[in-house]
């Protein structure tokens, strides 16, 4: 059975840059989609970024961003690994959340998605506290 733990959050100040890891339980990668979300209590799961399988090929991905964190988030993943992983730089106070990782499956290697209802396997969640 897939599973998902993630890692790397922390208490950071604005302006930081925080690195969080999603390690995967299930070898190959290929064909499984990776998100990032987060939730803040008394708001919904909302979607940070995604990351297409790679298929047979291993070459090429495609990635989806929200909207506010387009530009200062980059979601990159390690086939060696067995990891994806989330790179956040300029935090902002709005950033702070539970993060979490999620996946599903896809034989369509360019398949994105932000919305939480498209992925079945979650992981715990790992903190992020931006805060001066």
């Known amino acids: 059975q897939l599973e998902l733990v993630e890692s790397g959050g922390d208490l950071v100040q604005p302006g930081e840059s925080l690195k969080l890891s999603c390690k995967v339980s299930?070898?190959?990668?290929?064909?499984?989609?990776i998100g990032w979300f987060r939730q803040v209590p008394g708001k919904e799961r909302e979607g940070v970024a995604c990351?297409?399988?790679?298929?047979?090929?291993?070459?090429?991905?495609?990635?989806k961003y929200t909207d506010s964190v387009q530009g200062r988030f980059t979601i990159s993943r390690d086939h060696a690994k067995i990891a994806v992983f989330l790179q956040m730089h300029d935090l902002k106070p709005e950033d702070t959340a539970i993060y979490y990782c999620?996946?599903?499956?896809?034989?369509?290697?360019?398949?994105?998605?932000?919305?939480?209802?498209?992925?079945?396997?979650w992981g715990q969640g790992t903190q992020v506290t931006v805060s001066s």
């Open positions: 999620a996946a599903t499956s896809s034989f369509n290697r360019l398949y994105t998605s932000l919305d939480p209802a498209d992925f079945d396997t």
């Open positions: 299930e070898l190959p990668l290929g064909y499984i989609i």
């Open positions: 990351i297409s399988s790679n298929g047979i090929s291993g070459n090429g991905f495609m990635a």
